[in-house]
């Protein structure tokens, strides 16, 4: 079952910069999940329903090390988004909706999904 994840919003996510999202990968028991040799895909689109994609990117790694207990298990999948992923030519100041989905082939399902909300500062 996918979790239902906001990314972003109150100073946490702006136009033009590098960021990189760690998201904790669960079972349904809430139980982690070993995803060394996992591929995703994140996607980001105005709204749920609509067909344009704004940032499409497979730049997702795994980092930190698996361990069937969840407080000792630093494993996690790492979006990784760069400035130009993030860029004003793309996105305006407001709230998006993503989904980060695992994509190996009779495994396919969506790990999170929300809300994607960037802001915009002096800087860009």
């Known amino acids: 079952m996918a979790k239902h994840v906001q990314i972003g919003g109150a100073g946490t996510l702006f136009i033009g910069e590098d960021k990189a999202i ?30 344009t994609i704004l940032l499409d990117t497979t730049s997702v790694s795994v980092v930190g090390i698996f361990d069937d207990d969840r407080d000792a298990n630093t494993q996690r999948a790492r979006i990784s988004l760069s400035d130009t992923d ?16 695992r994509t190996d082939d009779g495994s396919e ?3 999170i999904a929300g809300p994607f909300e960037i802001e915009k500062a002096t800087q860009v």
């Open 22 to 51: 760690d998201v904790e990968v669960l079972d349904p028991d809430d139980d982690p999940i070993d995803i060394v040799a996992y591929t995703f895909r994140f996607v980001v689109k105005p709204s749920v329903d609509s067909a």
């Open 86 to 101: 993030l860029a004003a030519s793309v996105f305006r100041p407001g709230t998006y909706q993503h989904s980060l989905k």
């Open 109 to 111: 399902r969506i790990i």
